[in-house]
């Protein structure tokens, strides 16, 4: 068996961490062959909490686990750590927009991307989903110069996998049949859900989403808002942001940079954008890539129409101004 490699959870008194760490424990994300050593960070206050989830792993008894290292203190928490779940930080309440929590969070990435920089691996894969995630992603890398800028990324994937459900309930087809589904830019309702590569698995091969779904107004105008709006939708039902499925897509971005992409498939990350598809470069901006050997490719020469590129530009202004906006903070 494998060497047990090490993985830090921020933010892992908190609800996200809650279902994640089971994910990470159980081998979802590194591989069934894989052991952990979870390094389990939050902040002194919450050490009471963390003791009670450190108990409920040892109850868990699963083999995986080599080691459990609770901690409010980054140079034991981030220390030659593989992977970094950053989850860390505060959740949206009902009526705000996740960019509200940019001057309360975004401190956080930056103390967080420092002690990244100082203590962990050089070759650790970070995956941010503290909102707002891109953002805080990007000032994540900024303030780790000496970690590749290829190595964060911000998730994007609860939206791909909103995208997926909503694509196979309407088509009344299982959900793991639909793939390739992509989400464009920010982690916020400028995101677009794009159904226009999506693809179907049936009985005569794969056949794609939008030939399958036949009606454009849908697309547009139902299926794009309902994903957008998906996570107010979950903050209004349950008064508190979505966690189980959060941690879930955490896992799930996680397993493909660390896994890799099966052949043919894309997977949503929010990434260092190049300027591909138009999007301004140097923002962590969310485009369909392919993974191999633990690095990452956007997705080439996919066609984009207007009603996408219209978007893609709103999308990429926002996260513009908000990384103008983190960096003012930053500085203060
Ligand atoms: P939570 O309040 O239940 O838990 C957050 C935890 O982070 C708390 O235990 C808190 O003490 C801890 N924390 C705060 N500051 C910290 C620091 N400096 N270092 C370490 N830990 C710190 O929140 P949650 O529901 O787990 O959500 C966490 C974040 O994830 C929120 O910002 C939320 O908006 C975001 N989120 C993102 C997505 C996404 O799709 N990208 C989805 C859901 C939630
Ligand atoms: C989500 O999409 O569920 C999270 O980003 C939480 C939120 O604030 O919407």
């Known amino acids: 068996m494998a060497q047990p490699i090490k993985v830090v959870v921020t933010g892992a008194a908190g609800q996200i961490a809650y279902s994640l760490i089971y994910h990470i424990a159980h081998g979802d994300v590194f ?9 389990l960070l939050d902040i002194p206050f919450m050490m009471g909490v963390l003791e009670g989830v450190v108990m409920e792993i040892q109850d868990l008894a699963l083999p995986l686990v080599r080691g459990v290292v609770p901690t409010a203190d980054v140079s034991v928490g981030f220390n030659d750590v593989d992977a970094a779940f950053m989850v860390g930080a505060m ?5 705000m927009e996740r960019k509200d929590l940019l001057s309360a969070n975004v401190k956080i990435f930056k103390d967080q991307g420092q002690a990244l920089d100082k203590y962990a691996k050089k070759s650790v894969l970070v995956v ?9 992603a990007y000032i994540c890398s900024k303030y780790a110069p000496s970690i590749p800028k290829s190595s964060f990324s911000a998730m994007t994937h609860l939206d791909q996998n909103r995208a997926q459900a909503l694509l196979a309930q309407r088509l009344g087809v299982p959900v793991g049949n639909v793939s390739n589904v992509i989400i464009w830019g920010n982690h916020s309702p400028t995101m677009l859900p794009d ?17 399958l779904v036949n009606n454009d107004s849908w697309l547009k105008n139902e299926f794009v808002p309902t994903v ?3 996570g107010a939708a979950v903050i209004a039902a349950r008064k508190m942001s979505s966690a189980m499925s959060a941690a879930k897509a955490a896992g799930d971005h996680m397993r493909a940079l660390w896994q890799g992409t099966p052949p043919g498939k894309f997977v949503s990350l929010g990434v260092i954008s190049d300027g591909s ?3 301004p470069k140097d923002v962590m901006f969310s485009f369909p890539c392919t993974v191999k050997d633990r690095v990452w490719k956007i997705v080439p020469n996919l066609s984009i129409d207007d009603f996408a590129k219209s978007k893609l530009a709103v999308t990429g202004k926002e996260l513009s ?3 103008e906006e983190a960096l003012s903070v930053c500085q203060d």
Do not use: C, F, S
């Not at 591989?31 to 390094?39: F, N």
């Not at 159904?195 to 030939?211: E, F, R, S």
């Open 128 to 136: 941010v989903v503290g909102n707002p995630a891109n953002t805080n």
């Open 321 to 323: 101004e908000e990384k």
């Open 91 to 95: 959740p949206r309440k009902q009526g």
């Open 31 to 39: 591989g069934a062959d894989q052991p952990v050593i979870l390094h």
């Open 228 to 230: 957008q709006n998906r």
């Open 195 to 211: 159904a226009t590569h999506a693809q179907v698995q049936t009985d005569a091969g794969l056949v794609p989403v939008p030939k």
């Open 277 to 279: 598809y138009g999007a």
